[in-house]
């Protein structure tokens, strides 16, 4: 039998989504609520197997191998797993530099 993992959401994951479904809406509010529903969903589907996930390729060069990566193209949604956890960290745009925001984000968790 599986466990299920509650997936919870950062308060920073949660605004970079209110991010991108403002940045959307401004042009088109239909497809901005779709995009909205994906993500959602998509990252709620990790309750009963967040393992399926590939590790963060830009921190794992950094030798921090603790933090998964699922993908709604373009947007990375990267989580963690803790016991029966998915804590849901953040959500970016992948043209952007994932590997600076992602380190200038848990450096300042650090300190």
């Not at 940045?23 to 959602?40: C, E, H, M, R, S």
């Not at 393992?51 to 949604?77: A, M, N, T």
């Amino acid at each position: 039998m599986k466990n299920n993992y509650n997936v919870l959401w950062a308060d920073v994951a949660e605004k970079d989504l209110i991010g991108i479904v403002e940045y959307i809406a401004d042009d088109n509010p239909v497809t901005a609520i779709k995009i909205l529903d994906k993500i959602k969903s998509r990252a709620n589907s990790l309750y009963n197997f967040p393992e399926r996930g590939r590790i963060v390729s830009e921190l794992f060069d950094q030798g921090i191998s603790d933090y998964h990566e699922i993908v709604v193209s373009p947007w990375r949604i990267i989580y963690k797993v803790e016991e029966n956890e998915v804590l849901v960290l953040s959500v970016l745009d992948s043209r952007r530099n994932v590997e600076d925001i992602l380190l200038r984000r848990l450096i300042q968790i650090r300190s």
